[in-house]
């Protein structure tokens, strides 16, 4: 938790992956989770910006799964845990994530917001469907 605090303020920056002058989404995951110790460096291919306003294919979750075991979520099934990841269906595909602080409060990074506390009951995050994602657990 305290490396994700630490990325707050950062301003969005697509791709960009330096704590305090840019991140996105992805690389705040890929970042913060390596500078904490929990994941190696991820070498993040390019993928244009609204990449899942025009594809089907679940290239986010296919990523994080190398590097996180999905756990279930919903129903009787216990809240997402601090440092667990959600990633929220954006387009066509779930292509937005953000690090658990405590259900339902996230750290993301947002397009016209940087690195950013949110509630995700409410505002745009609210209603989307969401996976849950344990970084912390082996993949297999």
Sequence with gaps: MEEARAWLRTPYHHMARVKGAGADCLTLLAEGYEKAG?????????YPPDWNLHRDTERYLEGVTRFARELPYGGDNPLPQPGDVAIFKFGRC???????ISWPQVIHAWHNAGVVYADTTQGQLARRPVRIFDPFAATG
């Design 94 to 100: 779930f292509a937005h994530g953000a690090i658990i």
């Design 38 to 46: 929990v994941i190696p460096h991820v070498e993040v291919p390019f």
